[in-house]
């Protein structure tokens, strides 16, 4: 087996098109325009907020941060464990607050848990410390994605399709509030880590240099003061 690349990722990430200097260039001037601000990504469970954030993080050189293992961590118990046990509610709760405590700390990457954005606490919370990503995903790569695993307690009972579908119609208007919304599709994460960057460069007003691809990043862009 040959050696090990110390970068993989980058030979095949949306700004592969300008070369070495004019993306470290590019990523040095998003993280700078972040300031204080984290980047927190939000969508519904299979969106990729946890495999795109931590490439993410990667590249940008920021703290990746699994809201949902903090709560895990903060619980000492899983999140299964949790629903089952004390219900809910209680879940959700704990998720405010371990999600407050993170976003009090340095900028990072944070990638919460697919209910988090719906609590208006914990989206005044983002709205303040934060730049919210929407990763969005049509219903076929959100089912695709979840059934690899069975972690999920809300996909445990009852059909799964009809459960996401549900949840699409209850949380897709909300979602949409975030800063910038980006596509996720059915393609390589590395593919969508692209187009997360220059979405944010677009967002952030990073303009030294052009985004690379208008058709990978998001359809609808909002500039982030
Ligand atoms: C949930 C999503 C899960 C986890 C919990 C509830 C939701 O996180 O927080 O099972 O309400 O959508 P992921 O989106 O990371 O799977």
Redesign the pocket.
């Known amino acids: 087996m040959g050696e090990i690349p110390s970068h993989p990722a980058k030979m095949t990430l949306g700004l592969a098109g300008h070369n070495k200097d004019d993306r470290e260039r590019r990523l040095a001037e998003i993280r700078q325009s972040l300031g204080a601000r984290s980047i927190v990504l939000i969508?519904?469970?299979?969106?990729g907020?946890?495999a795109v954030g931590r490439r993410l993080a990667a590249w940008l050189d920021l703290p990746f941060t699994?809201?949902?293992s903090e709560?895990e961590e903060a619980a000492g118990q899983t999140?299964t464990e949790i629903?089952a046990e004390h219900g809910e509610t209680y879940?959700r709760d704990g998720?405010r607050k371990v999600i407050a405590r993170l976003l009090e700390g340095s900028p990072q990457v944070l990638?919460?848990?697919?209910?988090?954005y719906?609590n208006p606490k914990t989206r005044a919370a983002i709205k303040a410390r934060g730049i919210s990503i929407w990763l969005k995903a049509d219903l076929r790569v959100l089912l695709k994605r979840?059934a690899r695993r069975d972690?999920?307690?809300?996909l445990a009972v009852g059909d799964p399709e009809a459960v996401m579908k549900k949840?699409m119609a209850e949380r897709d208007p909300i979602y949409a509030k975030a800063d910038i919304t980006v596509e996720s599709r059915d393609v390589p994460h590395d593919v969508i880590v692209g187009a997360v960057v220059d979405a944010l460069a677009d967002a952030l007003g990073c303009e030294a240099l052009p985004t690379r691809s208008a058709t990978t990043a998001t359809p609808r862009r909002k500039k982030v003061q």
């Open positions: 969508g519904l469970m299979g969106a907020k946890t699994d809201a949902d709560i999140i629903f879940f998720e990638a919460t848990g697919g209910g988090a719906m979840v972690h999920r307690p809300l949840l």
